[in-house]
């Protein structure tokens, strides 16, 4: 897969962020932290191809977006009511995630360095958050969940992290000694990430909108 087409793929983002735009004031404000999720995907995006053609690395936006999607992840769940009353063990995730990120950057290694270890860790929380959401969707949902936009999301967080979690350790043990492999995962990663995208679109475009209220009339 030669660089312009994974640019192409990876710019598809621009598709759903902007329907975000357009559908936002009408979608329901417990989806907001995945709308502005998407946003800031998108703008990730622009930023490393901009870098990329003026042959700049983009290592260090790449790391410093880890951390923010993360956090905007955290939120998204708990407006989902994922941790229920335990204020606890959100408190937890969200110094782990944030402990693990300052960690891997500042005392082991360079933001100038990709954060491997961060991606495949906060990656395997939110896969297994997510088959424990779409677990209780099946219990507690009567509607069908293709059309579902919390089943849809949850369902393109386990492929993608998924995915993303066997890339890196690849990445990490040997992946980088054979071009043909290298280039291989590389084209995996992209097609999974337009997937995730595909995926983010339907689930915009099926959010719920506000409950609108009215007085009764006299």
Same mark, same amino acid.
Not at 99 to 110: A, M
Not at 144 to 153: D, E, H, V
């Given at each position: 897969m030669n660089f312009y087409l994974r640019v192409l793929l990876s710019l598809t983002i621009l598709f759903p962020a902007i329907i975000g735009i357009i559908r936002f004031k009408k979608i329901n404000d417990a989806y907001y932290p995945?709308?502005?999720?998407?946003?800031?995907?998108?703008?990730?995006?622009?930023?490393?191809?901009?870098?990329?053609?003026?042959?700049?690395?983009?290592?260090?936006?790449?790391?410093?977006?880890?951390?923010?999607?993360?956090?905007?992840?955290?939120?998204?769940?708990?407006?989902?009511?994922?941790?229920?009353?335990?204020? #606890?063990?959100?408190?937890l995730l969200y110094a782990?995630?944030?402990?693990?990120? =300052?960690? *891997?950057? +500042?005392? @082991? $290694?360079?933001i100038t360095r990709y954060d491997s270890y961060f991606t495949i860790f906060y990656s395997t929380i939110f896969t297994f958050i997510s088959i424990s959401s779409i677990n209780q969707l099946i219990v507690t949902e009567r509607k069908?969940?293709?059309?579902?936009?919390?089943? #849809?999301?949850c369902a393109a967080f386990v492929i993608y992290f998924t995915i993303v979690? =066997?890339? *890196?350790? +690849?990445? @990490? $043990?040997?992946?980088?000694?054979?071009?043909?492999?290298s280039n291989y995962v590389i084209s995996i990663s992209n097609i999974n990430n337009f997937i995730a995208i595909i995926l983010y679109t339907l689930a915009i475009l099926w959010m719920p909108i506000k409950h609108r209220f009215t007085l009764p009339s006299s």
């Open positions: 995945f709308i502005i999720y998407i946003w800031v995907g998108a703008i990730n995006e622009l930023l490393s191809v901009i870098l990329l053609i003026w042959r700049y690395s983009n290592i260090i936006n790449l790391n410093v977006y880890l951390l923010i999607e993360a956090m905007l992840l955290m939120w998204q769940f708990t407006l989902w009511r994922f941790f229920g009353k335990s204020k #606890i063990l959100r408190k782990a995630l944030l402990s693990f990120w =300052l960690t *891997e950057n +500042f005392l @082991l $290694y360079s069908s969940l293709l059309q579902n936009p919390k089943f #849809i999301i979690i =066997l890339s *890196e350790v +690849f990445w @990490l $043990y040997g992946v980088s000694q054979s071009v043909a492999f």
